[in-house]
């Protein structure tokens, strides 16, 4: 079994804090691994990704974390990203990482995602060159993300994005705004490389629990949604008897 610790959007601001690694003590015993679910600053300046940094800094457990889209907004993405690895966190685009939790090969891809809408109510590759560039974005990443997956050499593989691949999971937002919040290629893809769990963040009002038409577990670990530091899931490794493959979540902090 492994314990998976997962969090998203700390929007974390530029004065140095410190208050959300307090919440984060002793994770290491309660947890394996550590997945970040984007949005880590307000703004995405520089200044606000080293005290993202801080936070997420030694923590004893492997940290894999996506960007979110404010983490993107002063186009110093590939910088924040920079700053997360020099502090010891994995951080994915597209792709993919295994890491080994007690002997089981613990694999994740993903990326920040994109938006588009589900399934007759969603964007489509029409019309104006910036309606097709915004579809085509999120089918781009999709295509990468169910690639990503699949070339994972692990015993377990978690699909980690910002936006979200399913509607359940935001429920209690504005309808009018679901296609600014995930897209059901994501969703797709997931399902094609038979992940056994999907994590994302993103959506502060929408709740914690969905399902992809593949079945496949979704969880929202958004701060807002979960009103704890991490939410923690453990899954069940090949070889566990009479259990699913995302038991339950067993605590949060």
């Given at each position: 079994?492994?314990?998976?610790a997962?969090?998203?959007?700390l ?93 089981v ?16 109510r ?24 169910g ?107």
């Amino acid at each position: 079994m492994i314990r998976v610790a997962a969090a998203g959007d700390l929007h974390v601001g530029p004065e140095p804090t410190g208050k959300y690694r307090a919440h984060l003590h002793g994770i290491a015993e309660q947890a394996d691994v550590f997945l970040m679910a984007g949005d880590l600053t307000r703004h995405g300046t520089l200044e606000e990704g080293r005290v993202a940094a801080g936070e997420l800094r030694d923590l004893g457990i492997p940290v894999i974390a996506v960007l979110g889209n404010h983490d993107y907004h002063s186009d110093l993405e590939e910088e924040m990203a920079d700053l997360l690895r020099d502090a010891g966190v994995i951080v994915l685009e597209g792709d993919g990482t295994v890491v080994d939790c007690d002997g089981v090969r613990f694999g994740v891809a993903g990326g920040k995602g994109f938006g588009g809408g589900f399934e007759g109510r969603c964007a489509g590759e029409f019309g104006e060159p910036e309606m097709k560039e915004f579809v085509r974005h999120t089918k781009d990443f999709s295509a990468r993300l169910g690639t990503a997956l699949l070339e994972l050499d692990a015993d377990v593989r978690v699909a980690l994005t910002h936006y979200s691949p399913v509607e359940d999971t935001l429920e209690g937002e504005p309808l009018e705004i679901f296609p600014f919040l995930g897209s059901y290629l994501i969703g797709e893809a997931i399902d094609a490389a038979g992940a056994d769990l999907a994590v994302h963040g993103h959506a502060h009002k929408g709740t914690e629990k969905g399902i992809t038409k593949g079945g496949v577990r979704v969880r929202n670990v958004a701060l807002p949604v979960l009103q704890h530091a991490y939410a923690l899931y453990c899954l069940e490794t090949p070889g566990s008897a009479g259990a699913e493959q995302v038991r339950e979540r067993v605590s949060v902090r």
